[in-house]
């Protein structure tokens, strides 16, 4: 079965990839529209500060890890594993070919959750575990649009006899907001492949615990890096000209916003989803300035995406494990199932 563990391995990476794709879309698009750094530069930055987040990993901590690998009362099995990984990797797949900015972690949530209910029944979930990433991954874009809503008119208090000039201020403002989400971002984000590749080494019988090697933290945020990138260009695009026309005080609100949401989010243990918590920080920041600067239409999709990602990956992964406990790839009764 050591073909399995590959696939699993290989679907991990294409996970991880896709993942910084979405996400590096989702931070270089707020901002890519100030024009104070050429793209090329910006995904340098970028792709520098994600690294630098493994210097702080440590000291926010695994919570994120934890909280997935701990979704299942009983064992986490291959067969688990791959329709999980099988339902998360299509979904992002179709959702970044129609760029649409979508949750890794709500696609690997509801992957894992589907097939451990068709493998356990119900009372496989562990429900606390569950509940608390069901409340920070539905809390997280409410509170982010909220929180972006409110600075964002708070800084157009303080800066309403403001020049012009403020605005060439604010975008080498921005360095250090992108410096400081991009950190967080690769501080808390790659702890979702963490927890994939502890499961798939457990499961597959490599370690006998869940504990988090140094290299799988290390390749986790690499990956991260090569999907960012990879490009993501498209996804930048809906944030930049779809969904809002991004201005530099637009850009500094959100990656301020994010940044702290993130930060509290990873602090909690609770699984989020980066693009979103960007996505809804710019929709807050812009009905602060104007109702109908927003593009409603481009964020009614993204709302639906968002609602919609658990229930199709639950169902998708559900799917795939009934296809291997039908098929001659696992062996029924063992650990395969």
């Not at 920070?136 to 982010?144: G, I, N």
Request: proline letters at 3%; one cysteine or more; a positive charge.
């Amino acid at each position: 079965m050591a073909w399995l563990f590959w696939i699993a391995i290989i679907l991990t990476v294409i996970y991880d990839i896709l993942n910084g794709y979405n996400d590096g879309g989702s931070i270089i698009g707020t901002f890519v529209s100030t024009h104070f750094l050429s793209p090329v530069r910006i995904v340098m930055l970028v792709c520098f500060f994600e690294l630098c987040g493994i210097v702080i990993i440590y000291y926010i901590g695994m919570r994120i890890v934890h909280s997935i690998t701990s979704l299942s009362l009983f064992a986490v099995t291959p067969a688990i594993i791959l329709a999980a990984l099988g339902a998360a990797v299509i979904w992002k797949i179709l959702t970044i070919a129609i760029g649409i900015p979508t949750s890794s972690a709500h696609a690997l949530v509801g992957g894992l959750v589907g097939a451990i209910i068709v493998a356990y029944g119900w009372h496989g979930i562990a429900y606390d575990i569950f509940g608390k990433i069901i409340i920070v991954l539905l809390a997280t874009p409410v509170v982010s649009a909220v929180f972006s809503y409110t600075l964002m008119h708070l800084e157009l208090f303080c800066l309403r006899w403001a020049s012009p000039q403020v605005n060439r201020s604010l975008s080498k403002l921005q360095l250090l907001t992108i410096a400081i989400t991009s950190t967080l971002h690769g501080a808390t984000e790659p702890q979702k492949t963490m927890a994939v590749l502890v499961l798939i080494l457990a499961a597959f019988g490599y370690q006998r615990d869940l504990s988090i090697p140094l290299w799988v933290v290390a390749v986790s945020v690499i990956l991260i890096v090569i999907g960012i990138l990879a490009g993501g260009w498209r996804i930048a695009k809906t944030f930049n000209r779809r969904l809002l026309k991004i201005r530099p005080l637009d850009a500094v609100t959100t990656q301020l916003t994010a940044s702290i949401v993130i930060l509290a989010s990873a602090l909690w243990g609770g699984t989020f989803s980066t693009s979103q918590v960007i996505s809804s920080g710019l929709v807050g920041a812009g009905v602060a300035k104007r109702f109908n600067k927003v593009s409603w239409r481009v964020a009614r999709h993204i709302l639906i995406a968002w609602l919609v990602t658990i229930p199709v990956t639950g169902l998708l992964a559900m799917l795939f494990w009934k296809f291997l406990r039908l098929s001659s790839i696992v062996v029924k009764g063992g650990l395969w199932v």
